[in-house]
């Protein structure tokens, strides 16, 4: 009991937010570095030679390479993460509607058409044709 008790004047408040401040500190410098080296491979623009070269400098020299590839090509990390998630999200999109099996909706002339196949296979009345085509135009 009596160890806890001096641990707590050993490290006092000050320096537990100093430590925590550090620990927040190096936890977003390895989000940032993952985020150039992401930004780095899904970048089109750039040809082998230089994500590589972008590479080794940010795996070389950690501090210095990724602040150097911040200042110079930061500006379009935020547009190429736009395009990433647009690309996804009408990938997403596109694989929904096949596998619900729509096209889109349907003009009015492709339902009328549809309604009229129906009516003359005798499968509606004229009255239920006559509705469905109400609903169909207004």
């Given at each position: ?22 620990i927040f500190l190096w936890v977003m410098w390895i989000f940032l570095?993952f985020r150039v080296i992401v930004d780095l491979f899904r970048d ?95």
């Open positions: 009991m009596d160890s806890y008790v001096s641990l707590a004047y050993d490290y006092p408040v000050l320096g537990a937010f100093w430590t925590v401040m550090w570095l089109d623009s750039l040809g082998g030679a230089a994500k590589t070269g972008w590479l080794v400098f940010t795996i070389v020299l950690p501090f210095l390479g990724v602040f150097v590839y911040v200042m110079a090509r930061g500006k379009d990390m935020g547009k190429r993460e736009q395009a990433h998630v647009k690309a996804q999200l009408d990938e997403t999109n596109r694989y929904i509607r096949e596998a619900v099996g729509a096209t889109g909706p349907a003009s009015e002339a492709e339902q009328l058409a549809k309604l009229s196949e129906i009516r003359a296979r005798g499968d509606i009345s004229d009255e239920e044709f006559r509705r469905a085509k109400e609903k169909v135009l207004h």
